[in-house]
């Protein structure tokens, strides 16, 4: 049981930085963390990172470390991420999915499309 | 990191076929593998956990099974439902990562 529900669709620059919220209903926000996850055109799903909305504990890919910033806010139980300094290889449909640091993932967000492109 | 590799990428196959996906692991992941299910424009559906147990509401017709680095779903008795992509996932290590997909299309 449960909702995430993300933002919308963008169109970013080369060089800008993109934000996607996620935003959870139906179960207790702190029981559970938030895991990013993406999808390039064409492509297999990439893990982003995870976060502990409880202890805000954070794991990345090292491929992503540094451009990466995740955040949860218990009182609006919202998760966002930000990516900073896109190129074209950014372009994909960016999810939130529910799980531990080290589990599945058994919900997931409706997916956001972020376009980058000049 | 940890590497999935799915085979095949595409697979074609009528209703009523059994068929098989595999996936495989750079190293070992002991049984810490999953599997999910997504149709176009929508978010992935997990139907497998710890390589072979099935997630709530998902049909008897799906298994799965392996241990350390091969990894096997099989769908028995294909229905029109079923025509998806399917990927693997490992969850041995906080690095996670995904299998490529497989494209599950009607023959």
């Known amino acids: 049981q449960g909702l995430l529900e993300q933002s919308g669709p963008e169109v970013k620059e080369p060089g800008a930085s993109l934000k996607v919220s996620c935003e959870a209903s139906g179960y207790s926000f702190t029981n559970y963390g938030i895991a990013w996850v993406r999808q390039a055109p064409g492509q297999g799903h990439e893990w982003i990172g995870w976060i502990s909305p409880l202890t805000g504990r954070k794991t990345f890919a090292q491929s992503l470390q540094g451009r990466v910033i995740m955040s949860t806010d218990t009182s609006t139980n919202t998760a966002e991420l930000q990516l900073r300094d896109v190129d074209s290889g950014d372009t994909a449909i960016y999810y939130c999915?529910?799980?531990?640091?080290?589990?599945?993932?058994?919900?997931w967000g409706q997916g956001t499309l972020i376009t980058v492109s000049s | 990191d940890i590497r999935l590799t799915q085979s095949p990428s595409t697979l074609s196959a009528s209703l009523g076929d059994r068929v098989t996906i595999t996936c495989r692991a750079s190293q070992s992941i002991a049984t810490a593998l999953a599997w999910y299910q997504q149709k176009p424009g929508k978010a992935p559906r997990l139907l497998i956990t710890?390589?072979?147990n099935l997630e709530s509401g998902v049909p008897s017709r799906f298994s799965g099974s392996g241990s350390g680095r091969e990894f096997t779903i099989t769908i028995s008795n294909l229905q029109p439902d079923d025509f998806a992509t399917y990927f693997c996932q490992q969850y041995n290590t906080y690095l996670l990562s995904f299998g490529g997909g497989t494209k599950l299309e009607i023959k």
């Open positions: 710890s390589v072979s």
């Open positions: 999915a529910r799980g531990h640091m080290v589990s599945p993932f058994d919900l």
